[in-house]
């Protein structure tokens, strides 16, 4: 079955919808996601979205904290977009009804990490689940807008799909769709697109604990890097210090409840099991110290000490203001029988965000013609080696919106599709009844991701790492050409993938910069001028 349109966009987290508001203005669009609609990192977002709304707070400041952060490696061009625009579009989401949280006199503003100012707009602690909200009501009301849910991107369709063009090289490829697995029907369409935007956020589920949901398996990275499109800094994975401790039992669940940064923000202490207040050991800045710090710092504490947790006390707060800030995490603390507002919170780091990812302009436009992309998936340069707090909601809007400005320009000079796109060939393949081959072989790289490529690295670790993940890659590429593809397999092939590049990126990363930390450099210069780590397929097939 085949679908034509102007415009594909994957994903329906923060930045599909964005750009597909501004897409619609002037084009059709398919908007396609893999699960339903709302199941997306961005319904999980808690504390918010970093802008310059304060009277005693200006844009200078929030440009020189994210260039802080990004310890050397923001772009400083895109920093500024980041910041000037970002106004602009809070409002725009205001008008479309999302209902942040307001005092008298305006938006509500909190402080997080790594923030000089309060400058968190928030509705209150479920900010993505509203702008999710919002965004989808919207976008659903839009006449030019198809969205098909439990639909999931296998491929890209570009020049090696088709026989005659497939020897063209590298550098002039252009993306004409995807190749798509209909989930209900079990069956492959392809999408062909005059442009096409990847949204398909992070790929958190890489790794053994993380805050991510079961989306995030890093489709996207994946899916380009096999097109031919460059990928850069995939080694700067943010490790969030505190989601909610498991109880020992987390093997299996797939996602862990994040405690935000705002709790922090808000005056909470992390302790040692015995109560010992531990972070001015590692930074002045206490607990406000930017996360890769205190995530480190809890991960040392725990390695030193062979705990399982570290606590996180906001019972010097009152019980009002606990609950008035944090309603959402009270109320799942509570359901796991912990009453936040007398009792220490026991957290672990967890994997969180993204910071490199496809390269792109200041408009979205990827190295593949005809490929745009928006979100946690790209790497605009803002958040260089390290992410600031709420960061990413800001640039999902500011950046997808530029997106679709990028589309636009593009649409007026598009080239002709080639008109023999072949259908996805499945002949020869069976259909799979060996599903513990897939579930084994992904708790097995989630585990060697955990213990090997996590917070702390070094070479020996990420070597022994890159062996197993190729024999992976081996067995799992032989079971995929043999077999008719279904979600699970799909998406296993991808984490491998994004695997691959994290530990690629790492071995080639030789100094501690931002979140990559590797016991080998710990001593060693940075070099200057910075640099950034870019990876590109160079394979002439997918
Ligand atoms: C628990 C948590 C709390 C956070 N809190 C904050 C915060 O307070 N502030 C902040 O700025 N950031 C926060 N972040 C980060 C932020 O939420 C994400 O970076 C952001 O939501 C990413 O948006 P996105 O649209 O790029 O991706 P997502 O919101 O993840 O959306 C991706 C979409 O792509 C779809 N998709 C994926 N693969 C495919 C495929 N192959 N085919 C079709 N569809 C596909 C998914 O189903 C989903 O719809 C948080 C993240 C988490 C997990």
Same mark, same amino acid.
């Given at each position: 079955?085949?679908?034509?349109?102007?415009?594909?966009?994957?994903?329906?987290?923060?930045?599909?919808?964005?750009?597909?508001?501004?897409?619609?203005?002037?084009?059709?669009?398919?908007?396609?996601?893999?699960?339903?609609?709302?199941?997306?990192?961005?319904?999980?977002?808690?504390?918010?979205?970093?802008?310059?709304?304060?009277?005693?707070?200006?844009?200078?400041?929030?440009?020189?904290?994210?260039?802080?952060?990004?310890?050397?490696?923001?772009?400083?061009?895109?920093?500024?977009?980041?910041?000037?625009?970002?106004?602009?579009?809070?409002?725009?989401?205001?008008?479309?009804?999302?209902?942040?949280?307001?005092?008298?006199?305006?938006?509500?503003?909190?402080?997080?990490?790594?923030?000089?100012?309060?400058?968190?707009?928030?509705?209150?602690?479920?900010?993505?689940?509203?702008?999710?909200?919002?965004?989808?009501?919207?976008?659903?009301?839009?006449?030019?807008?198809?969205?098909?849910?439990?639909?999931?991107?296998?491929?890209?369709?570009?020049?090696?799909?088709?026989?005659?063009?497939?020897?063209?090289?590298?550098?002039?490829?252009?993306?004409?769709?995807?190749?798509?697995?209909?989930?209900?029907?079990?069956?492959?369409?392809?999408?062909?697109?005059?442009?096409?935007?990847?949204?398909?956020?992070?790929?958190?589920?890489?790794?053994?604990?993380?805050?991510?949901?079961?989306?995030?398996?890093?489709?996207?990275?994946?899916?380009?890097?096999?097109?031919?499109?460059?990928?850069?800094?995939?080694?700067?994975?943010?490790?969030?210090?505190?989601?909610?401790?498991?109880?020992?039992?987390?093997?299996?669940?797939?996602?862990?409840?994040?405690?935000?940064?705002?709790?922090?923000?808000?005056?909470?202490?992390?302790?040692?099991?015995? +109560?010992?207040?531990?972070?001015? @050991?590692?930074? #002045?800045?206490?607990? %406000?110290?930017?996360?890769?710090?205190? =995530? /480190? *710092?809890?991960?040392?504490?725990?390695?030193?000490?062979?705990?399982?947790?570290?606590?996180?006390?906001?019972?010097?707060?009152?019980?009002?203001?606990?609950?008035?800030?944090?309603?959402?995490?009270?109320?799942?603390?509570?359901?796991?029988?912990?009453?936040?507002?007398?009792e220490m919170i026991p957290v672990v780091p967890a994997a969180h965000y993204a910071c490199g990812g496809i390269v792109?302009?200041?408009?979205?436009?990827?190295?593949?013609?005809?490929?745009?992309?928006?979100?946690?998936?790209?790497?605009? +340069?803002?958040?260089?080696?390290? @992410?600031?707090? #709420?960061?990413?909601? %800001?640039?999902?809007?500011?950046?997808? =919106? /530029? *997106?679709?400005?990028?589309?636009?320009?593009?649409?007026?000079?598009?080239?002709?599709?080639?008109?023999?796109?072949?259908?996805?060939?499945?002949?020869?393949?069976?259909?799979?009844?060996?599903?513990?081959?897939?579930?084994?072989?992904?708790?097995?790289?989630?585990?060697l991701m955990w213990d090997y490529v996590g917070i702390v690295r070094s070479n020996l670790r990420l070597d022994f790492?890159?062996?197993?993940?190729?024999?992976?890659?081996?067995?799992?590429?032989?079971?995929?050409?043999?077999?008719?593809?279904?979600?699970?397999?799909l998406e296993l092939r991808n984490l491998i993938t994004c695997s691959h590049l994290i530990v690629k990126s790492g071995?080639?990363?030789?100094?501690?910069?931002?979140?990559?930390?590797?016991?080998?450099?710990?001593?060693?210069?940075?070099?200057?001028?910075?640099?950034?780590?870019?990876?590109?397929?160079?394979?002439?097939?997918?």
């Open positions: 079955m085949e679908i034509k349109t102007d415009i594909l966009v994957l994903g329906s987290g923060i930045a599909g919808l964005y750009a597909t508001m501004h897409l619609a203005k002037y084009a059709n669009v398919v908007l396609i996601t893999k699960k339903a609609k709302t199941d997306s990192n961005t319904n999980y977002a808690q504390g918010g979205i970093a802008s310059v709304f304060a009277d005693n707070d200006s844009y200078e400041s929030h440009i020189q904290d994210t260039l802080v952060a990004g310890a050397g490696l923001c772009d400083r061009a895109s920093v500024e977009i980041l910041v000037n625009e970002g106004p602009e579009h809070i409002k725009e989401l205001i008008r479309i009804g999302t209902r942040f949280t307001m005092k008298e006199n305006g938006l509500a503003l909190a402080k997080e990490g790594g923030h000089s100012f309060s400058r968190i707009v928030h509705a209150q602690d479920l900010t993505g689940r509203e702008v999710e909200r919002a965004l989808i009501e919207h976008v659903s009301k839009l006449s030019n807008v198809t969205i098909l849910e439990n639909h999931l991107a296998i491929d890209l369709i570009t020049e090696h799909n088709i026989k005659k063009l497939k020897d063209r090289p590298i550098d002039s490829r252009h993306c004409w769709g995807a190749y798509v697995l209909d989930i209900t029907e079990s069956k492959v369409l392809k999408i062909i697109s005059k442009a096409t935007v990847i949204s398909t956020g992070g790929l958190g589920q890489v790794y053994q604990h993380t805050t991510n949901p079961s989306i995030a398996t890093g489709d996207g990275f994946a899916i380009a890097f096999r097109a031919g499109a460059t990928l850069g800094n995939m080694e700067f994975i943010q490790f969030h210090p505190t989601s909610l401790y498991q109880g020992g039992n987390s093997e299996g669940e797939e996602q862990a409840f994040l405690i935000s940064e705002a709790v922090r923000g808000f005056g909470g202490i992390l302790r040692t099991i015995d +109560g010992e207040r531990f972070m001015s @050991r590692y930074d #002045s800045r206490l607990e %406000l110290a930017p996360r890769d710090i205190v =995530a /480190r *710092a809890i991960d040392s504490e725990l390695k030193k000490r062979g705990d399982e947790f570290v606590y996180l006390d906001v019972t010097n707060k009152s019980a009002e203001a606990i609950k008035d800030h944090f309603p959402n995490i009270y109320t799942k603390c509570l359901s796991r029988g912990i009453d936040i507002t007398k792109v302009d200041h408009h979205g436009k990827t190295s593949l013609t005809g490929l745009f992309a928006s979100g946690e998936v790209t790497m605009t +340069g803002v958040h260089g080696a390290n @992410r600031l707090a #709420s960061n990413s909601l %800001l640039e999902a809007l500011v950046f997808s =919106a /530029r *997106a679709a400005q990028g589309v636009a320009t593009y649409l007026q000079n598009v080239e002709k599709h080639p008109t023999e796109i072949p259908d996805w060939d499945d002949s020869g393949t069976l259909s799979a009844d060996e599903k513990v081959l897939i579930s084994h072989s992904q708790k097995e790289l989630k585990q790492a890159s062996r197993r993940i190729s024999n992976l890659y081996q067995e799992v590429e032989d079971f995929y050409k043999k077999t008719k593809v279904f979600p699970s397999l071995l080639m990363r030789t100094e501690n910069r931002g979140l990559h930390y590797s016991l080998d450099y710990v001593n060693a210069r940075q070099a200057e001028p910075p640099v950034n780590t870019i990876l590109r397929n160079t394979y002439q097939k997918s």
